[in-house]
DNA sequence: CCCTATTCTTGACTTATTCCAGAAAACGGG
DNA sequence: CCCGTTTTCTGGAATAAGTCAAGAATAGGG
């Protein structure tokens, strides 16, 4: 990979910080995703096991799960692919995802405080989250 | 079912319509999502078969492609629940799912012509269509 | 009213994900 | 530094949602 790490971005320790023990797959699993983002759970075992040797499907999904719920990973379930995984947390960012080959990519709320967090009618309902998928076609796909 | 039938709704007029042929499975099953808004297959075919006695899962699988293809019905895929189908369609709503029981209802678009629509930044990208599914708790399970 | 294209049935199969029970490894106390 | 407990990882099986395939049935134009 040759991206560097600009970030100083340090799996271990974010690991330690919520919590949960340090162990290889873990670690791999953090490293994986935050290089490649919008990863499917299939291709972050892949490249899990790339760098490993070894990891059970079982494994990658249950660090997958413990990450999620401690907020160390968002999971996006875009229609008709399976869960993406991605390390950018905490910031209000969309997405807009390629109707032909699924491609994602992060698009950043334009309209700031996010308007459409402000339904009409809430239906009695707590709204906690307003999620924003783009469709359309990539421009890869636009030519074939 | 007590709702009436207000918007002079035919079955058999929108299948022709759009050059479907007229079968039971397929009125059965535009009825149905006409009035049980946001079901799933399964209970969509349920339904059907409580109408017509015995109609296979598959029949039911095709005719919601048929009917999604051709404009009939819309598909929604929330994360974490099979699709569901709705008979409103053409408008641009959107729906707000309890992460506790999955119940979705329908929002209207508070913003008009929807700044949502226009991102910062497309990649390239030509999009059709910008999809918001707010998330929260339904008044019935906040209380458990 | 018949013919042909389309649709429906049955049943097996994929894909994505989860469950289970036991083996292995991480971390805190002695 | 080692030990025990707790948590995690492994391997295999199971589940849920949806799709595929081949033949039987049926709608509707001519």
Redesign the pocket.
């Known amino acids: 990979m040759q991206q560097g790490h600009e970030h100083h971005f340090d799996p271990k320790e974010q690991l330690r910080s919520v919590g949960?023990?340090?162990?290889?797959?873990?670690v791999a699993v953090l490293r994986t995703v935050a290089e490649h983002p919008h990863s499917?759970?299939?291709r972050i075992a892949a490249h899990v096991r790339d760098e490993l040797g070894?990891?059970?499907?079982?494994?990658v999904?249950?660090?997958l799960?413990?990450c999620v719920g401690n907020g160390l990973l968002r999971k996006i379930?875009p229609a008709g692919s399976?869960?993406r995984y991605e390390a950018r947390i905490g910031d209000n960012h969309h997405h807009l995802v390629c109707r032909a080959c699924g491609t994602v990519v992060d698009i950043d709320c334009v309209v700031g405080a996010a308007p459409c967090l402000t339904p009409s009618d809430d239906h009695g309902f707590v709204i906690d989250e307003a999620e924003v998928t783009f469709w359309g076609m990539c421009p890869g796909c636009r030519q074939s």
Do not use: I, N
């Not at 949960?20 to 873990?26: F, G, I």
């Open positions: 949960l023990r340090v162990t290889a797959p873990r499917d759970a299939d070894s990891v059970s499907t079982q494994a999904y249950d660090v799960k413990a379930e399976p869960a």
